[in-house]
């Protein structure tokens, strides 16, 4: 293996180590990110003497090589410990001495922070894009299934009816919280690692304002024994994966449960079902159930960052090696759900008459009722009891709240008039919740109306995120400037 720190250590080391300490199957995922921050570096070493004019292009000529080398498949990334080391060998190969002057005050401590924030910058951003496309998708199902209703459950027990725009809104609600985090997340690892070196600070003058415009980085961090040594970014990057998974996953166990034949409230275009090896009848929801599965995966990923962290020695230990299986399982698992996800939305049809059905049993309109009584004058807890004691009596008599007579009802409380019975509809339900977060149809419709608004400022801030990213090309374009 070809390494490059074989001075102090005599000898081989054996090969049973150089297999255990390796980590480029994992971490040569980050090549662009490190022949970027390498490039910047290199034009950072030139800035203050280290490396001269020729050198610089001749180096900057190598980096693009080996980023065209390493994408046609022309280097063999197993003889490497890892992305650093490769970078390193294979510049030393094309130009020979001035690569053995690149990693002049950088540590691979410094420089695999580097590579995993510019390396999540982009991955925000995808995940970004994508937690759009999710949020289109609801919004355009939420304007499709407008006027349809259904009920709400509390404790899986029928609550109240609802608009289906409304309950679908309510997924609108949580994902734009996960993306507002991710913009945080963004924001956290905006920072610029280089100059820490391997935990004390580099001492060669750098020019660390040139690195960060050059890397396109917002701030300089402050401290370097707390650069090389924390992956909190990291840890609240998957922690915004674990909560979008959530969310997707409680999503998709309502629709499990609304499209089981006993509620019968969805149909799952057959292009996103599967079917039963055994039972010719079946039509499984199997995407959703592995969403729900892979959501415990990500949920993994969360407790194994934060015990990889738990209880370090300050500064760099080799156990933030195994950071990057952690993360890059998140990103994967998280990604390919969202987008899963925004494609199965537009596949799925409310069965509207199996849904109304089920929002006029169940005496959803009992709440109704009690407040039909508190406006006639009557206290909530009195008008309550009541209206559980004529259910009592409905139950016995096989009634409906609706169907109850009118002089019935008077038994029970002497403010009862006719128009209750209006008052109960299931629409009045309804359009009496005209609060902002209501099912009103009034309030349901401004909200869709709003959140069309909140996607296109989603989409200016996604573009002054990417904005914010950088590769070896726009480096490389910056420097000859
Ligand atoms: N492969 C290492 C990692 O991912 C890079 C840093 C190695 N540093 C060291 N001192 N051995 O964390």
Known sequence: MNKIWKGRISGNTNESVDEFTCSIDIDAKLYNQDIAGTAAYTIGLHNVGIINGQELKNILTGLVKIKKNIENGKIKTGKYEDIHSLVENELYHLVGEPALKIHTGRSRNDQIVLDERLFMKNAIVDMLEKMLNLQKAVVKLAQKEKGGVMPAYTHLQKAQPVLVSHYLLSYFDKFNRGIRRLIRNFNDCDYLPLGAAACTGSGYGLNLDLLKK???????????????????????????????????????????????????FIDIDESYCTGSSIMPQKKNPDILELIRGKS????????????????????????????????????????????????????????????????????MEATEMADYLVSKGASFRNSHNIVGKIIKYCMENQAGLNSVPLDILKKYSPLFEKDVYESIKTESCIDSKKVGCGTASSEVEARIREAAGKISQIEKDVKSLAGRTTDLKEIIAIAGK
């Open 296 to 363: 415990s995966l990500v949920a993994g990923n969360l407790i194994q960052i934060i015990t990889l962290l738990k209880a370090l020695p300050s500064t760099y230990n080799r156990d933030l090696q195994e950071d990057k299986k952690i993360f890059f399982n998140a990103l994967a698992e998280t990604t390919s759900s969202i987008d899963m996800f925004s494609r199965i939305l537009p596949n799925i049809r409310f069965v509207n008459t199996n849904m109304e059905k089920a929002a006029k049993s169940g005496y």
């Open 214 to 264: 050059l890397l396109k980085f917002s701030v300089l961090d402050s401290n370097s024994m707390d650069v090389v040594g924390s992956r909190d970014y990291m840890a609240d990057f998957i922690y915004s994966c674990c909560m979008i998974m959530l969310d997707l996953s409680r999503f998709s166990e309502d629709l499990i449960i609304f499209n089981s034949q006993e509620f019968g």
